[in-house]
């Protein structure tokens, strides 16, 4: 086999027939730009809504659950074995609310090659005091820059700065819509008084917004000691830890164990947030079907071109196969011709999918539930363009097939009979 | 004696469909290098399915072929093509160039296609056949844009352009008047004598075969003479 003969051959057929050349092709490039551009903007979103859950949700969240015991006392008993107990109302034991040897649990947490990182968390019951209105709320005692780390809470803060808060002992990040109710801005000092009726006076150093108004309107973040201390305790009271692990898939397999370990409730993300990965999967699925659609339509397209291009050029391959160019030749022009439309519209598609995509990375897209993001979240990941071009290639490969497998069989003698 | 270059040894062909015809009975023959053969008939006896089956494009027949002693028959597609392309010229009765690409190009393609020369070379050769066909002026134009005359000729350099063996042509001035149809007679006569190919012309033009060195007259698919 010659390649370049055959190169050129294909090469004049295309460049005679431009028009047909360019449709053929522009079916191939609205395929893969429009797969490029589902594909970005798909999974930015879901990359965004994931990270949205998954950023800020502890992949283990260990607690102090107040339960009435499971085994009450007469199940003890070896008097009442063989009987049918009833007891009625039971009540939870009171208990302590913080973790028992939260200190020591931390440290044997940190030290997990597992683990990315343990924070601890005091939960503490507040009112925030405004004049004569009392609200409701909640202050999280956190290390505010280890949960940074861990859990990009700094996305959600609108005004002021984490940084802020590591720096003031007494500061507090205020919940927006705590803030709006009380018309208090970062800088200002807010009363905080305790169910034990102490007062603290904190200082604002930032606005905190989730978008859950149920969240945003209660939950407030100071330092882990300024909880300890509104609530009058030592530097060992923590109530939860939450937990990062390198690799989410061995959440529910930790948190079991670190349940049964030391004895208290724990609750892994995929429990928690079942849904999500569903929802991921699904969004996915259609973007994928979508596009394979779409290409499908493209190969026709090609199919039917090369059809055509292969019926009138009945004569050419009739000379070209009596001069000497055997059947795989002839198919191999075809084959050319379908892989040139493919690499052309393909590449185009690419370009134009990221053209495209750019333009939606750059549209405004602001909503209250998510207020850090500025514009249409994109994903730029090259694979796609990848998978996107060797989508191309496949396609107008299996379109071509058929047709220059037809001319690989024409018999010139038919065909020059037939004059 | 020159050598034998095409020998044809009891060739049958039936047409099967629509019913089962005996088209070629037991043809038997040989063409001699630098020999310029003529093939005469009524149409319909079969000297057109006859030249198809010589030049190896069609392998649908009883019986053996020979091209410069090496037998043809029973080879395959691709093994044929090989030999279409470096040892048989062939021109169709009507011109088959292809449409898209200049007269040089189309004159360039079989040898592109054997491969044996640089593209420069090729190019070489290429006007070389086209002078000598007096149709040098026109190696830049597209094939569609030239007169039928120079078609043919165009096609005549082509099917010359690897320096076949044997030239085989289907009608070639069936189409012509008798001054092209002449100069086609006197370009096959020199190529014959001078370059010692040899050529064999299914034609219906009894003045042009009367010219040659021997003529084949087929009648009901055998050879009457």
């Known amino acids: ?419 | 004696m020159s050598a034998t270059v095409l020998e044809a040894r009891n060739i049958n062909k039936h047409f099967r469909v629509p019913v089962d015809y005996h088209v070629l009975k037991d043809i038997s023959f040989r063409v001699q290098q630098g020999e310029f053969v003529s093939v005469m008939g009524k149409s319909g006896c079969g000297k057109s399915t006859l030249l198809y089956i010589l030049s190896t494009m069609d392998t649908n027949y009883e019986g053996e072929l020979f091209l410069n002693g090496e037998k043809l028959s029973g080879k395959s597609g691709n093994e044929l093509s090989i030999v279409r392309n470096a040892h048989i010229g062939f021109v169709f009765q009507f011109h088959y160039l292809l449409p898209e690409f200049t007269v040089l190009e189309n004159v360039m393609l079989p040898a592109r296609k054997l491969g044996k020369k640089t593209n420069e070379e090729i190019e070489h050769d290429a006007m070389e056949k086209l002078k000598l066909l007096n149709i040098g002026d026109k190696a830049k134009k597209l094939a569609v844009r030239i007169s039928g005359g120079e078609k043919q000729r165009v096609a005549i350099a082509r099917a010359l352009i690897n320096n076949p063996a044997i030239l085989m042509c289907d009608e070639p001035t069936g189409n012509l008047d008798s001054q092209n149809s002449d100069n086609v007679f006197n370009l096959f006569r020199r190529l014959a004598n001078e370059k010692k190919i040899s050529l064999l012309v299914v034609t219906h033009d009894h003045d042009f075969a009367n010219r040659t060195d021997r003529i084949i007259e087929m009648a009901d698919g055998k050879i009457v003479k």
Do not use: C, W
């Open chain 1, 1 to 419: 086999m010659n390649f370049p003969v055959i190169f050129s051959i294909s090469r004049t057929h295309l460049l005679s027939r431009m028009k047909q050349t360019v449709t053929a092709s522009l079916g191939v490039t609205f395929g893969i730009g429009a797969f490029i551009i589902l594909v970005s903007f798909m999974t930015g979103l879901n990359e965004m809504l994931d990270g949205l859950i998954l950023n800020r949700t502890p992949h283990i969240h260990l607690y102090n659950q107040i339960t009435p015991s499971p085994e009450q006392p007469v199940d003890l008993a070896d008097a009442f074995k063989s009987s049918f107990n009833v007891v009625q109302s039971i009540k939870p034991k009171r208990a302590q609310t913080r973790i028992h040897n939260g200190l020591p649990i931390l440290n044997f947490l940190r030290n997990d090659s597992r683990v990315k990182g343990a924070v601890p968390q005091v939960v503490a019951q507040v009112f925030y005091v405004s004049g004569s209105i009392e609200l409701n709320g909640i202050i999280n005692g956190v290390d505010i820059l280890e949960e940074d780390r861990l859990f990009s809470i700094s996305d959600y803060i609108v005004q002021g700065s984490t940084l802020e808060l590591a720096r003031t002992e007494n500061g507090i990040i205020i919940g927006a819509g705590v803030a709006r109710k009380m018309s208090v801005k970062p800088g200002d000092i807010i009363q905080i008084t305790t169910p034990s009726g102490n007062i603290f006076p904190l200082k604002i150093v930032g606005v905190y917004e989730s978008g859950l108004a149920d969240i945003d309107d209660i939950q407030s973040y100071a330092n882990l000691k300024t909880a300890q201390k509104l609530l009058g305790q030592s530097d060992n009271f923590i109530t939860d830890i939450n937990v990062k692990l390198h690799d989410l898939e061995l959440a529910k397999p930790m948190s079991d164990k670190l349940a049964r370990q030391f004895g208290i409730a724990a609750i892994d993300i995929n429990s928690a947030n079942a849904q999500f990965e569903t929802g991921s999967d699904i969004r996915n699925l259609i973007t994928y079907a979508v596009s394979i659609a779409l290409l499908i339509v493209a190969g026709f397209g090609i199919y039917n071109i090369l059809n055509m291009l292969i019926y009138e050029k009945m004569n050419d391959i009739a000379i070209l196969k009596a001069t000497g160019f055997s059947g795989f030749d002839v198919k191999m022009i075809f084959m050319v011709e379908a892989l040139i439309i493919g690499i052309a519209g393909g590449i185009l598609g690419l370009i134009i999918g990221y053209v495209v995509s750019v333009i939606i990375d750059h549209t405004p897209f602001e909503t209250q539930a998510l207020p850090t993001i500025k514009t249409f979240p994109v994903n730029f990941n090259p694979l796609y363009y990848i998978i996107g071009i060797v989508f191309a290639l496949v396609t107008t490969f299996l379109a071509g097939y058929m047709p220059a497998s037809r001319a690989q069989r024409i018999d010139p003698v038919e065909i020059i009979r037939g004059q």
